[in-house]
């Protein structure tokens, strides 16, 4: 099994930056693609972005391309989300989640996940 822990989530203003951590241990070596979703109060969970493990291709969803850049640390099975540019609309529970055979953008895909860690985005 692979266990994800993830860290980074708080408060923060609009405009302003947070960057999310997602550390994988166990069998991490089945791990073929890592991602972020989220998820708001009374909506379904969305895509955020994903990285293939060892190719390292990004994707991303339109509503924050070109504001969040995922990335990640082969050696430290570690991904990472830098947020910036943070709208209102961007609060919500972020989870990451690990998939063992494809890249993929729909949650049914997806074989691991984490917690979820809040982040909310207020004056």
């Known amino acids: 099994q692979v266990q994800l822990v993830e860290s980074g989530g708080g408060l923060v203003q609009p405009g302003g930056s947070l960057t999310l951590s997602c550390a994988a241990s166990?069998?991490?070596?089945?791990?073929?693609?890592m991602g972020w979703f989220r998820q708001a109060p009374g909506k379904e969970r969305e895509f955020v972005a994903a990285?293939?493990?060892?190719?390292?291709?990004?994707y991303y969803a339109d509503s924050v391309k070109g504001r969040f850049t995922i990335f990640r640390d082969n050696a430290k099975n570690t991904v990472y989300l830098q947020m910036n540019s943070l709208k209102p609309e961007d609060t919500a529970v972020y989870y990451c989640?690990?998939?063992?055979?494809?890249?993929?953008?729909?949650?049914?895909?997806?074989?691991?996940w984490g917690q979820g860690t809040q982040v909310t985005v207020s004056s």
């Open positions: 989640a690990a998939n063992r055979e494809l890249v993929a953008r729909s949650p049914n895909e997806y074989d691991y």
């Open positions: 990285i293939g493990w060892r190719s390292g291709n990004t």
């Open positions: 166990g069998r991490t070596f089945s791990i073929y693609t």
